[in-house]
């Protein structure tokens, strides 16, 4: 392994992958630099995170006054795009949540930066053209979403095109709720994930299983799969992350706790595998039976919608994500029950005018635009 640290720029540094990826830093202090750390609101933590690992770059929200500690940590402020591109930075990790790392991951990889990504809605909305750039400028899109990843460790050292993807999903917190009572379950019964412990849009687009189907299109982009070739099924375990069909029926699976140290430490210190004392050990007797079911469509009726306005291209992908971010972000406010998470986003995909083969800011305009006509679907 080269020995020469890797320079790191954190997207989202304070969330739970950020910090889940910090951890891998502490844990292999040789093998990588802070360089950059990004966070929003959460100015505490990221003072926190500066004080120990002394990054040269910062950015978050907040006033002048409010970041003073910050900055008398010794960093500099400056903005997502300047430190994706700084050249002691070798890969981004993008752990933001929305729409904020797609502009710097194309920044990042026309610099020549690799990208660690965990963000969904980067490949979502822009998957043809980050691929297509990424291919062009020689860099790597490594995966970080435990799923994803699962998919890429099943296809390494194999030739040929895979038969079928199966992507595994938990069900999320309303797996066996009655649907007569999905209208009145709250955000704290929505943030309460049977396996997984995440950032709140993660988890209740897991209830939804929007979250699913984001990755059904990430697999799609990331993988060069078609579409009918991509399987969904439930797996309440979360212990299969996906698993890959190749030509002659063989099936492999990934398989390992419901824990995201080992997909992001895996993409940070790819090709190698290195022992990890965090990382929990399966224990096939302990986990006892894995067991898998269909998703049921009026349990989860967005996750059809959705593949549909992923399959469709366009802008389209870019409003079904501005849309179920504004929507969830208004249940998570108590402002919407959870039903009408997909009644909003319904609204706003009626109205939405399609722009084929869109340029990034038309994508960008697409999902903001979105957001804003799901305010409006919100209080109709
Ligand atoms: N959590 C998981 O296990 C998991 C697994 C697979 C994939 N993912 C994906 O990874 C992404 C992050 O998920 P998460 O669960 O870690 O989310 P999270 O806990 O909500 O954290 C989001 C992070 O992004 C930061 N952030 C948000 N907007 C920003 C902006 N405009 N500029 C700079 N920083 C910004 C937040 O800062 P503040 O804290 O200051 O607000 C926070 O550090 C999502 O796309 C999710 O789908 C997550």
Redesign the pocket.
């Known amino acids: 392994m080269s020995s020469r640290p890797r320079g790191l720029a954190i997207?989202?540094?304070?969330?739970?992958?950020?910090v889940?990826t910090l951890q891998v830093v502490r844990t292999f202090p040789d093998r990588f630099r802070v360089v950059a750390l990004?966070?929003?609101?959460?100015?505490s933590?990221?003072r926190a995170q500066v004080e120990e690992f002394r990054p040269r770059l910062f950015?978050?929200?907040g006033t002048a006054e409010e970041k003073t500690p910050i900055l008398s940590a010794g960093s500099i402020e400056c903005g997502?795009d300047e430190m994706a591109a700084d050249p002691d930075v070798d890969v981004v990790v993008?752990?933001?949540?929305?729409d904020?790392?797609l502009a710097p991951t194309l920044t990042a990889i026309d610099a020549g930066k690799d990208i660690a990504l965990?963000?969904?809605?980067t490949i979502v909305m822009a998957g043809r053209q980050v691929m297509r750039r990424a291919r062009q400028k020689g860099v790597s899109v490594l995966p970080?979403?435990?799923e994803p990843s699962a998919i890429w460790q099943c296809l390494e050292g194999e030739d040929g095109e895979a038969a079928r993807l199966i992507i595994t999903a938990s069900g999320g917190a309303f797996r066996h709720t009655k649907l007569s009572d999905l209208a009145r379950v709250t955000p704290e019964q929505a943030l309460s994930h049977p396996t997984?412990?995440?950032?709140?849009?993660?988890t209740v687009?897991s209830a939804t299983l929007m979250?699913k189907a984001?990755e059904v299109i990430e697999a799609h982009h990331l993988f060069g799969v078609p579409w009918d070739k991509i399987e969904v099924v439930i797996h309440p375990q979360s212990i299969i992350h996906s698993m890959v069909e190749f030509q002659d029926g063989s099936v492999k699976a990934q398989i390992s706790p419901p824990d995201?140290t080992l997909p992001i430490q895996y993409a940070l210190l790819y090709p190698h595998r290195v022992y990890n004392e965090n990382i929990a050990r399966f224990d096939p007797v302990a986990a006892g039976s894995l067991t898998f079911e269909p998703w049921e469509p009026d349990r989860y009726p967005l996750f059809g919608m959705a593949l549909d306005v992923g399959r469709r291209g366009g802008t389209w992908p870019a409003a079904l994500c501005g849309a179920d971010d504004k929507a969830v972000e208004m249940f998570l406010a108590g402002r919407i029950g959870f039903l009408d998470i997909g009644r909003v986003i319904e609204t706003v995909l009626e109205d939405h005018r399609n722009v084929p083969d869109p340029s990034i800011d038309r994508i960008m305009a697409a999902a903001g635009w979105a957001k804003r006509r799901a305010e409006q679907a919100a209080e109709a």
Do not use: H, Y
Request: glycine share 14%; charged share 15%.
């Open positions: 997207l989202g540094s304070t969330g739970s992958v950020g889940q990004a966070a929003r609101t959460s100015l933590s990221l950015s978050c929200g997502l993008t752990a933001t949540a929305g904020a790392a965990a963000n969904k809605e970080i979403d435990s997984w412990s995440m950032g709140p849009k993660i687009d979250n984001f995201m």
